[in-house]
């Protein structure tokens, strides 16, 4: 289900009251964040961001008062903490961590068991700790990492589901708004959590013939709520995961004077009937050399002199050369950028994703106020 959705959302009331993320690209897919009070999915493979998501899922709550705790099935305490440093996080005092690790026993060969098998007691015993550190904390957001563990436990599917129910009732008790990590790894992934989770957000990582990897999530389920559909871009950058929503070209329709608006060309303006329409897109195509570069400088250079302010997004030719081959032209770029009306940004096409090249585009129209876009590619 897809509806519009504002940058600036109403908080919602009542039960579809929603648990904010901490990732704002995010909440805005989620119109909101996650539902509170339910058991949601996160799945993708090793190196997609699920770690980075849920700390940042609970740091978000410890902000807005609420207690949070990560229960590890994987990685250690230190593993943990040592992460959120990456990203310039203390966490020590903002989220428990709950180590789910096997005992030193379970890798003693005399302590196995000859007639009864070791998961059955493994999974029991580790589903019953997971329920004394949350009656011990009752905490009001719950990351469990990982799925994969507890389903290797089960060794079966029917075992596995009714463990994730149990799950679910038990954390219903409390009122915890609980996300559940599925590094998807084992031979048989079971989905029967799809059916029990009251939404399920999958990560992607694509590794592209050339250029960096590529992140991407998407919603596939999200119960008695609106969420933005398909795929959206994503990056783990410093300081954490950036989320770049799609864009749907029905949020953004508006009405246009329809007035020309000139490219300081006198003759260009008179074959186009006076000049590009305002609020269109205008592609310039061309060999190299036919001067597709100077019509865009002429465009950016008459809209600073309406006093309007521009941008301009540089993708092969490097920054510092185009600088000096305009000033060559008489295009003082250097002049209008440090007058604050015109907007440069260098862009590296193998490093940048189609979804954050718009989100960064429109992040500048709006916090610029640009009214003249131009791209040199």
């Known amino acids: 289900m897809e509806t519009a959705i504002d940058c600036e959302m109403t908080k919602p009331t009542g039960a579809q009251r929603r648990a904010a993320t901490g990732i704002a690209g995010l909440d805005n897919v989620l119109a909101g964040g996650v539902t509170r009070n339910r058991l949601h999915l996160l799945e993708g493979s090793p190196g997609t961001g699920k770690t980075t998501i849920a700390l940042q899922f609970l740091m978000q709550g410890a902000r807005e008062g609420e207690a949070g705790i990560y229960v590890s099935l994987a990685e250690t305490e230190e593993e943990l903490r040592d992460g959120a440093r990456s990203h310039g996080w203390e966490i020590s005092d903002l989220i428990d961590i709950f180590e789910l690790l096997p005992p030193e026993s379970a890798l003693d060969p005399e302590q196995h068991q000859s007639l009864l098998y070791s998961s059955d007691l493994e999974l029991g015993e580790t589903i019953q700790r997971l329920f004394q550190a949350i009656e011990r904390l009752k905490p009001k957001r719950v990351v469990v990492d990982s799925l994969s563990e507890i389903r290797l436990l089960a ?8 463990q994730i129910l149990a799950l679910k009732h038990y954390f219903a008790r409390y009122r915890s708004t609980v996300i559940l990590l599925d590094d998807l790894t084992t031979d048989n992934v079971d989905r029967a959590v799809h059916s029990a989770a009251h939404s399920v957000i999958h990560l992607d990582q694509l590794a592209p013939l050339y ?65 590009i329409a305002a609020g269109s897109s205008t592609l310039v195509l061309g060999p190299a050399g036919s001067g597709k570069t100077l019509l ?82």
């Open 211 to 275: 250029g960096g990897e590529r992140r991407r999530l998407r919603v596939v389920k999200c119960r008695g709520q609106s969420f933005r559909s398909g795929y959206h871009d994503f990056t783990i950058v410093g300081g954490g995961v950036q989320v770049f929503p799609r864009l749907i070209a029905a949020e953004h329709r508006t009405s246009v004077s329809g007035n020309q608006v000139s490219s300081g060309i006198a003759q260009m303006d008179a074959l186009l009937g006076g000049g």
């Open 296 to 377: 865009v400088l002429h465009h950016i250079t008459a809209a600073v002199a309406r006093g309007e302010r521009a941008a301009l997004f540089v993708f092969d030719e490097e920054l510092g050369l185009l600088l000096t081959r305009a000033r060559g032209m008489g295009f003082d770029l250097e002049g209008m950028r440090d007058a604050g009306k015109l907007f440069i940004e260098q862009m590296d096409a193998a490093e940048l994703s189609p979804g954050e090249f718009a989100y960064r585009v429109c992040q500048c129209v709006d916090r610029e106020q640009i009214l003249t876009v131009g791209s040199i590619a």
């Open 155 to 162: 060794q079966s599917s029917l075992r596995y589901r009714r």
